[in-house]
């Protein structure tokens, strides 16, 4: 009997967390069309957090990916592990590219030039609108992804 008692809550806890799963999965996307936060926007129908301190969170509906970047000023120093990416330091961005998966949950580090790259020939952003995000951050970013689909 007492395993019975058990299982019951054990089973309806579980039975629960499976059918609340799609409901999170895709929260930030009626969050963004409900229209109620202004630091929610959806810039090429991707759910984009820009936090008041300078944390701004994407969640990529068609890749599976969760980006997650920091103004590299505002950072104050809790990426000191990233790794750099640019021509003479740890990596090279054409590197980048094509091992991301290696770098999975690690800070990285892009100076505002080396962002623009990344925009350009990472995401295909135009290169003019990749400039103007760029000189948004003139410090460089600090980037974190973790593949979530």
Known sequence: MKKVKFLVPALLVLIL?????????????????????????????????????????LWGEFTGIFNHWINASKGEGKMNNAVIVGPNADVTLSYLLTHLSEYENTWIYFSQIGFKAFL??????????????????????????VYVG
């Open 17 to 57: 967390s499976v059918v609340a799963m799609p409901v999170m999965a895709i929260g930030p996307f009626q969050a963004a069309e409900v229209g109620n936060n202004p630091n929610l926007s959806l810039p090429a129908g991707n759910p984009t957090l820009d936090t008041p301190s300078g944390v701004h969170n």
């Open 120 to 145: 350009i020939y990472g995401q295909g952003i135009p290169a003019e609108e990749a400039e103007e995000l760029a000189s948004i951050y003139p410090d460089g970013i600090y980037w974190h992804f």
